[in-house]
């Protein structure tokens, strides 16, 4: 009898920090704004206080915005494999070249976004914007004038 109890116990345990953990996840939306909210002078007036934080509007908000979160998180990832696919599927040659670099140029300037958040030499920042610029005024060209 004992054996069983304990497995059932230690079963108990390992399951809740999970489940404990994947609640806090899914009202960190919720409770992160009515804390910011909390500690603003307009959200003072609004009558919100840290007491508010795990309270009914802050589950109502994060019952809303957490199944947002995860859609905005998935939503691009299957956009880029739909493109891809998308790609593969052109026909003329010229096409499927303008696709391929279009990822080049995305990449690039997701390069120079990540380059503009962090104190690098300013030099580095301007020239991963212009390779940007460059590029996608190219990427651009190439089906106005340059593979015709």
Aim: hydrophobic share 50%; with cysteine.
């Amino acid at each position: 009898m004992k054996n069983t109890e304990v497995v059932s116990y230690a079963n108990t345990q390992s399951s809740e920090p999970f489940l404990s953990t994947l609640i806090e996840w899914a009202s960190f939306p919720g409770n992160w704004i009515v804390s910011t909210l909390a500690n603003m002078d307009i959200g003072v007036y609004l009558g919100f206080s840290e007491a508010d934080v795990d309270g009914v509007l802050s589950i109502a908000m994060s019952v809303v915005l957490t199944p947002l979160i995860i859609f905005l998180l998935i939503y691009p990832f299957k956009n880029l494999i739909d493109v891809i696919l998308h790609c593969a599927r052109h026909e003329q040659k010229k096409d499927r070249i303008k696709c391929k670099t279009g990822f080049l140029v995305l990449v690039l300037f997701l390069l120079a976004l990540i380059v503009k958040q962090y104190p690098i030499e300013p030099w580095i920042q301007d020239s991963a914007f212009v390779i940007f610029v460059i590029s996608w005024l190219v990427w651009f060209s190439q089906g106005r004038w340059l593979n015709k």
